[in-house]
């Protein structure tokens, strides 16, 4: 069996989804990974403050 390659998943995306549900699922990824690194960023400004008043 052939293997799947970028372009053929792409496209069958582009064929099975409208205009609208690929720009949905686009900006939903896009707004758990920035809520996902906005927390990680928060997380360890956190753990940096909090080692630099112990010592």
């Not at 699922?25 to 630099?52: D, E, N, P, Q, R």
Request: charged content about 15%; hydrophobic content about 60%.
């Amino acid at each position: 069996m052939k293997k799947w390659s970028i372009y053929s998943i792409a496209i069958l995306s582009l064929l099975t989804l409208t205009s609208c549900e690929a720009v949905e699922t686009i900006f939903k990824a896009g707004m758990w990974w920035g809520i996902i690194l906005v927390g990680a960023i928060v997380v360890i400004l956190l753990l940096i403050f909090s080692k630099g008043k112990n010592s």
